[in-house]
């Protein structure tokens, strides 16, 4: 009987949160940006997909290490290569496609890490408060301020060449304070409401309160934050690969340029200089307006502007 | 107002003090050992050795370490591999190139950006917003490298507009009838593609913030109070709305000052613009260590004081806070 | 509401207004720019494209190429490489050295030279730049100097050299170094031997303003934007004919103009900015430079080796069948093609072919015009024969090469991954590359090979400091055309910490031969004992010889005329005294 | 001669739902030196006749019907040049909110000077803060508080600035919109008792707008009370307070406490009042009203005097 109350309860519940999120779905796809950013992104997922397409259908495709026989040098796009291949005979189409996969391997789980470290790392310090926040925050301010780019590049001077990995590693790494200051401000607006009070009144622990209550209520604004991360994550390794200190066993869109450029080939290759840039510029573009169009799901205020404007 | 000065130049102080620590660790716990870093890789062992010896590289970590620290603080880095020479000479002869590019392109593209932003929230829904917008999010988007490249080939090659590379020209600096002028245009000549790369990519950020900040100011009851008065609209926009909605794009500046010095470097890296970030990027693929790890902490120091000049201009701007 | 538009309008008139202001002020500036350009079009100076400035004017701390590309104008050595046959020539020399077998003591005569300064370039100077170098065990010049016990100015033109043991590189080493004034230096020397540590001390003199006996010397150098030298009027060689060649030089002087990319070297080159860009040029810029018709290119020939290195001393490199196979399974013509766009040679032995008089033909070449098939065939039968298994065989029943899978050693164990540590990308991309392409290739046989770049530094720690490493790919840009560093590089006393000898190679017989070739006075003898070890080597293969890439080097025909080319290209010091304005 | 009148004056606002009516249909007028107050819930529409008397409705909002005449001087129909000048030199306001009605950035003195050089571009500096200075002893402000920033000022200094800024032109009529509520209850009585005394020194009109009737009752000459965007009740101030006739208004009484009337027991007003977009056929009171007939939803009701100058918008009056 009471299990069964339970499940009503919890099917009510379930039924309001799929009605929350069909409504904010709604707002997220009536705003244009983020109708434009969905469906580049979508784009760029097919494109990663496709990615493990060329190699199967001949070695040739591979984007690091198959080369086209008939084909010594750069040349421009024809019916088996069709963004031409590059100095060694690599195709570039397949090259393209392997790079929207390290774009999305390289921005989400970037992305990701460092907005687990931020969200914690923010909790921590807005619900600890006193000491622990202070010295959290000071760190944060650190970190804040160092040129991440920079940051990296100087690791590589000291480890030598960085696998992607590590380069993910040390973005997630150098990245966080930002969000860790945003869901420090939320946790500390959210200590001051009554349920917590409450529910520390009703003797939940604090690591209870941190997950059952702080965190459901901070992890919208997380969401957000990581799309923006995102961005920052695929520009800084594009950067990284363009300046040579990528990872090289891996096909990036910054590595293509980096190549473009270094071999000679920028001033007449623009088959090959032009695709790379456009996709990490639409990629970065469109993570924003997604970003910018959950803004606006999660921020009635700015929701309410656009209803009336 | 002094005494928060203070206070945030010594936290500048121990975050310098900090960073310098942890590099020292890590330059410890690298693979490899520190003495290759700091040695020419090309010697015979009874050369390496000898030289060893003579940079005092076979001290105790400990005495290293207060070594290390004494050389920092008095801004004596060491020695760069590369060039031979003192590395604090080696990066004081780049940091005024890299001030006079990116100071310019940041004054430039805030001026612009913010009144840009200013005129598109005041034109909110117009297509002039919407157009500008628009530019301020795509141009911000574009991978600065890929921008670089595009303008070198579009207005350096194809064109034959301005000139690929570098800061000045030798024609110039031989001719002996050069004078100042003539020598400061032919610098800016220089800078107008890397100032545009710089410029596109960083207006637009400052538009945008611009733009959202006037939105908020513009709800304000003050702005109604101007109205009221019967202050023409641009009196309102320009002496009520503009002033109070600068404050947080001077926030907004000084965070995304860390971020922009990537794209400076990355540009100073394009154009063989013989700036700091361009030496660091050098120095890092020369394995020249003490001169990647000076121009670090120089580019370092650099963000954390401008961070400082930005809060103490915001405590200027905004009459509430003070120190 | 009307009317806040058009205020608004007004307002962006404004901005628009601004814009064109800014627009104009650029072009202002754009053309007050351009006109120094166009009125100080230089006569008689040649304009000469680098990358980098020189890291330093200290001779002996301006060990990389850009630097000696400026100092090497300066500074001049007794003896140099003639063009033809690349033999040693007399240069600031009077003419061959002459040796005293009984007193092991050469005695050389000397040009009567000036420095830039005006004064006589004497036996002193010689004396003195070698005790220098003795003395202050000056890296790199040491090793070249250090088995001298002694060295006489018999008189003012005449120096002599005293030996403590006969060795062949004294006239091929020792001899080429460049030598210093003794009135510049000793204030220098004095300053550093006061210091307590006198090596750096002496490696960090500024020496901004070298004097020296080369054809040109030094007038101005702005950082980052040129170097301007000018015409020597004091040059030895002014109006001389040496080696067949009537030494000038016959230009006002050059301009060194750093690009700091190559993308904009080689426009200069075409929009005629610069006469010679010296530096090798990449293969993408090639198609657009032999479609103009202003300018030429030099394809030379380059005495360079870039290898693939073993660790002998650890399994499973220290079995030579497995180091033969993987020398087979490399398709070294595909390297040459792809990676250096076809503008290399293929190396079958440590000594390049470019080194005619020393280059041993009949070495052992593995893979040499096999199909990729043939060489997965020949790699698992060299295998097969010594012992290896695998779960799924590279070549089938039925002959047909299929993917392999697990190695495994003779003694049953499978082979553990390893390493192929090469340089990064950025530095450089052709060792990189080559590293990813062995990789694949020896997959293809079953070994699990991962191609791992390195920063330089590390990697050199790596492999010649800790010898922990399993193969690893580095070379040698220029090559000396002494075979000296067949010693070096294989003889068992080298195979020590930061020693030469990385892979470990140790052979009792060929350190006799080795030891006994740098003794040997006699070319020929020493020819024979040379061919001889590279046929050791290529047997015993630390090393598999990969490539040797070609310099091509771009010139503009309009202005000059007269390059000289030779090993290594046209940028040599008799080009720069033979070119004349057309 | 009227110095406002106020004839049929519909306000409506373009929204997402449609137009939504927020005024309809109100009638008033105002006498030079005399003070009327404009008494409702929030959203009732009077802050838009406040705004709209001064031509500020917003971007959205405009007058579709009726007209606005001040000084003989139609201003519904008024080009925003000749508007601008009008503003600040004839209407004055009195902020709502006056803590977010001062410019964060800019000296109080300053603010003021600008309201009074924009309409007298003659007057130079020297001049205008001479009359700053006037202003300020006029609501007893300290000389020595001129320079200040907005921030540094109490709510009420920052109400009296307000005020001072308001009567820096001498207007004619001033608008005071919610004034006091804000401030505590002392600062609040002094302020109304000091705006009393300034109006009729200078025989200015006010419309003083408020939720709250029995400031209004204390302050104004009149009352109007305003329901959904109608004017439902008015009349002189003592007649609408003491023997209100209207079932809002008396609602509106007994809701608040009342310092010097008779004790009784405060009655909220139960129900919401009516969504305004599209058109409503009978009492827009009608669903909370205790005297609710079934006529009273279909008619609209009509206009009552039920006694000397007080009118009532209810058929069962």
């Known amino acids: 009987m009471e299990n069964k109350t339970v499940q009503i309860l919890k099917a009510k519940r379930r039924a309001l949160w799929r009605q929350r999120f069909m409504e904010n779905w709604r707002v997220f796809m009536r705003n244009p940006l983020g109708r434009i950013g969905m469906s580049l992104l979508v784009m760029f997922g097919l494109m990663a997909v496709c990615s493990y397409i060329p190699p199967m259908i001949d070695p040739m495709y591979h984007p690091m290490t198959g080369v086209d026989p008939k084909v010594v040098s750069s040349v421009g796009p024809s019916w088996q290569h069709w963004l031409g291949t590059d100095f060694m005979g690599r195709d570039i189409f397949s090259q393209l496609l392997a790079g929207a996969r390290v774009a999305f391997l390289v921005g989400v789980s970037a992305a990701f890490m460092s907005v687990v470290l931020g969200t914690a790392v923010g909790m921590t310090a807005g619900y600890m408060g006193r000491f622990t926040d202070t010295a959290l925050m000071r760190l944060a301010d650190m970190i804040m301020v160092l040129p991440t780019l920079l940051v990296v590049l100087m690791l590589a001077a000291l480890f030598g060449q960085l696998s992607i990995w590590m380069i993910v590693l040390m973005i997630a790494l150098f990245r966080w304070p930002g969000v860790s200051r945003i869901i420090r401000a939320q946790t500390l607006s959210l200590k001051q409401r009554p349920f917590i009070d409450a529910a520390r009144v009703s003797g939940a622990s604090h690591l209870r309160i941190i997950f059952r209550h702080i965190m459901p209520n901070v992890l919208p604004l997380a969401f957000l934050y990581m799309t923006f991360r995102v961005t920052s994550a695929i520009v800084i390794e594009a950067g990284l690969a363009f300046l040579g200190f990528g990872d090289p066993g891996t096909v990036s869109w910054g590595m293509m340029l980096q190549w473009v450029w270094k071999t000679g080939y920028m001033f007449q290759a623009p088959y090959w200089l032009l695709p790379p840039g456009i996709c990490i510029s639409l990629i970065t573009l469109s993570f924003y307006m997604l970003g910018r169009a959950m803004d606006e799901v999660l921020d009635p205020r700015l929701r309410d502007e656009t209803q009336a404007g | 107002m002094r005494k928060y000065v203070l206070k945030r130049l010594a936290q500048v102080m121990v975050i310098l003090f900090c960073i310098l620590t942890i590099l020292f660790v890590l330059f410890r716990l690298a693979p490899g050992d520190p003495v290759t870093r700091m040695v020419d890789p090309e010697m015979t062992p009874e050369e390496s050795q000898h030289l060893i010896e003579q940079l005092g590289l076979d001290q105790p970590i400990w005495k290293q370490y207060l070594i290390y620290l004494k050389n920092c603080s008095t801004g004596e880095f060491g020695y760069s591999i590369h060039y031979g020479e003192p590395v604090a000479k080696v990066i004081w002869e780049k940091l005024p190139n890299t001030i006079l590019l990116f100071t310019t392109a940041v004054l430039l593209s805030a001026m612009v950006g913010i009144s840009w932003g200013k005129i598109a929230a005041w034109r909110k829904g117009k297509a002039t917003d919407l157009g500008m917008t628009i530019a301020a999010l795509v141009t911000h988007t574009l991978f600065l490298p890929w921008l670089a490249l595009l303008l070198v080939w579009i207005f350096a090659y194809q064109l034959d507009w301005f000139p690929i590379t570098g800061m000045v020209s030798d024609e110039v600096w031989l001719d002996p009838d050069a004078g100042f002028f003539t020598k400061a245009a032919d610098v800016l000549y220089h800078m107008v593609l890397p100032l545009t790369t710089l410029f596109l990519i960083h207006f637009g950020s400052y538009l945008l913030v611009m733009r959202s900040s006037m939105l908020d100011t513009l709800k304000e009851d003050y702005i109604l109070l101007a109205r009221a008065k019967g202050l023409t609209e641009r009196d309102i926009r320009n002496k009520h709305a503009a002033p109070n909605a600068w404050l947080p794009v001077v926030t907004s500046v000084g965070l995304s000052l860390a971020f922009s010095i990537n794209g400076g470097a990355l540009t100073e890296t394009v154009f063989s613009w013989p700036g700091i970030g361009r030496e660091l990027v050098f120095a890092v693929s020369q394995n020249d260590y003490p001169l990647a790890q000076a121009s670090f902490m120089l580019i370092s120091t650099v963000v954390l004081l401008s961070n400082v000049v930005v809060d103490v201009l915001y405590a200027y701007l905004d009459p509430r806070i003070r120190y | 509401m009307r009317k806040r538009g058009k205020l608004v309008a007004r307002h962006y008139k404004f901005a628009c207004f601004t814009c064109k202001v800014a627009a104009a002020a650029l072009l202002a500036v754009f053309l007050l720019g351009l006109a120094p350009a166009s009125q100080a079009a230089s006569n008689g100076m040649l304009k000469v494209g680098v990358l980098q400035d020189p890291k330093s004017l200290n001779l002996w701390l301006a060990t990389d190429a850009w630097s000696s590309r400026v100092l090497g104008m300066i500074y001049q050595p007794l003896f140099v490489r003639e063009p033809k046959d690349s033999k040693l020539v007399p240069w600031l020399a009077a003419g061959e050295p002459v040796y005293d077998p009984g007193k092991m003591t050469y005695t050389l005569k000397l040009r009567a030279a000036k420095w830039s300064d005006g004064t006589d370039f004497t036996a002193e100077d010689v004396v003195f730049t070698g005790n220098m170098i003795k003395e202050f065990r000056i890296p790199r010049q040491s090793s070249k100097w250090s088995f001298i016990d002694k060295i006489v100015a018999v008189d003012k033109h005449t120096v002599r050299f005293e030996l403590k043991r006969p060795k062949a590189i004294f006239l091929t080493r020792t001899l080429v170094t460049p030598i210093v004034q003794k009135k510049q230096w000793a204030k220098l020397v004095a300053e550093a031997r006061k210091s307590g540590k006198p090596l750096s001390a002496l490696l960090r003199e500024s020496a901004d303003h070298p004097v020296g006996t080369g054809p040109f010397m030094l007038e101005q150098w702005k950082k980052g934007v040129f170097v301007y030298m000018k015409a020597n009027p004091y040059f030895f060689g002014k109006g001389q004919t040496i080696e067949g060649y009537k030494m000038g030089p016959y230009i006002k002087g050059i301009i060194f103009k750093v690009f700091g990319t190559a993308d904009a070297a080689v426009l200069a080159l075409r929009k005629g900015s610069i006469d010679f860009y010296w530096n090798s040029i990449q293969p993408g810029y090639l198609k657009q430079l032999q479609d103009d018709p202003e300018v030429k290119l030099f394809v030379s020939k380059k005495s360079g080796l870039y290898y693939l290195g073993f660790n002998l001393r650890k399994a499973p490199f220290d079995d030579m069948a497995l180091r033969q196979a993987v020398a087979t399974i490399i398709d070294k013509d595909f390297i040459v093609k792809r990676i250096l766009g076809g503008y290399g040679e293929v190396l079958y032995s ?24 043939q060489r997965v065939k020949k790699a698992y039968e060299i295998l097969k024969a010594a012992g290896y298994t695998w779960e799924v065989p590279p070549v089938n029943a039925q002959g047909q090469v299929q993917k392999a899978k697990v190695i495994r050693l003779p003694d049953g164990d499978p082979m553990k991954e390893f390493t192929i540590l090469t340089p990064p990308a950025d530095y450089d991309p052709h060792r990189a590359m080559s590293g990813q392409l062995i990789q694949e290739w020896l997959r293809a046989i079953g070994m699990p090979a991962v191609s791992r770049p390195m920063a330089f530094g590390a990697l050199i720690q790596k492999v010649k400091g800790q010898h922990d490493f399993d193969c690893f790919i580095l070379g040698y840009g220029k090559l000396s055309l002494d075979p000296g560093y067949m010693r070096s590089f294989f003889h068992s006393r080298m195979n020590k910490t930061n020693g030469w000898n990385m892979s470990g190679y140790e052979s009792a017989a060929y350190d006799a031969m080795a030891t006994e070739s740098n003794n040997a006075m006699d070319p020929k003898l020493r020819r024979e004992m040379i061919m001889e070890l590279q046929n050791m080597v290529m047997t015993a293969v630390p090393y598999v010889p990969l490539y040797n890439p070609t310099i091509i080097e771009g010139v503009r025909v309009d202005r000059f005329t007269g390059w000289v080319q030779m090993l290594n290209g046209i940028g040599n010091i008799w080009s720069f005294c033979d070119i004349k304005p057309k | 001669m009227a110095l406002l009148t106020v004839e049929n004056l519909g ?101 003021i000077m600008e309201a009074i050089q924009t309409h007298r571009p003659d007057m130079d500096d020297d001049a205008a803060l001479l009359r700053v200075e006037g202003l300020f002893n006029l609501v007893g402000l300290p000389l020595e508080r001129l320079h200040d920033f907005p921030h540094q000022y109490s709510g009420g200094m920052k109400q009296r600035a307000i005020i001072a800024m308001a009567l820096a032109l001498n207007p004619k009529l001033v608008i005071a919109d919610e004034p006091t509520t804000a401030l505590d209850v002392i600062v609040q009585d002094q302020i109304l008792k000091e705006t009393k005394q300034l109006q009729s020194q200078f025989n200015i009109g006010i419309i003083f707008i408020s ?21 439902v009740e008015s009349g002189p101030a003592e007649e609408v307070f003491f023997n209100s006739q209207h079932p809002y208004t008396q609602a509106l009484v007994s809701s608040f406490p009342t310092l010097a009337g008779p004790k009784t027991k405060l009655a909220p007003i139960p129900g919401e009042p009516p969504n305004l977009t599209g058109t409503i056929p009978g009492c827009r009171f009608c669903d909370r009203c205790p005297k609710d007939t079934a006529s009273c939803k279909l008619d609209h009701p009509k206009w009552q005097q039920v006694g000397p100058g007080h009118h009532v918008l209810c058929d069962h009056c």
């Open chain 4, 11 to 111: 306000i409506g606002y373009q929204t997402a739902k449609g137009l939504l009516k927020a005024v309809d249909g109100v009638n008033f007028s105002l006498e030079p030196g005399r003070s009327l107050g404009l008494v409702g819930e929030s959203g009732c529409g009077k802050t838009t006749i406040g705004m709209a008397l001064m031509g500020l409705l917003p971007p959205n909002g405009r007058i579709t019907e009726g007209r606005i005449v001040l000084d003989g001087v139609e201003i519904s129909t008024l080009p925003e040049d000749e508007l601008r000048k009008v503003r600040w030199n004839e209407v004055a306001m009195i902020f709502q909110a006056a803590m977010n009605a001062l410019n964060p950035v800019k000296r109080i003195s300053a603010q």
């Open chain 4, 211 to 231: 939720h709250d009737i029995s400031i209004v009752a204390d302050v104004c000459h009149d009352i109007g009370v305003m329901y959904a965007g109608q004017l």
């Open chain 3, 350 to 373: 440590v000594i390049p072919p470019g080194n005619t008089f020393y280059y041993n033909p009949d070495v052992p070449k593995y893979g040499h015009g096999m199909s990729n098939d």
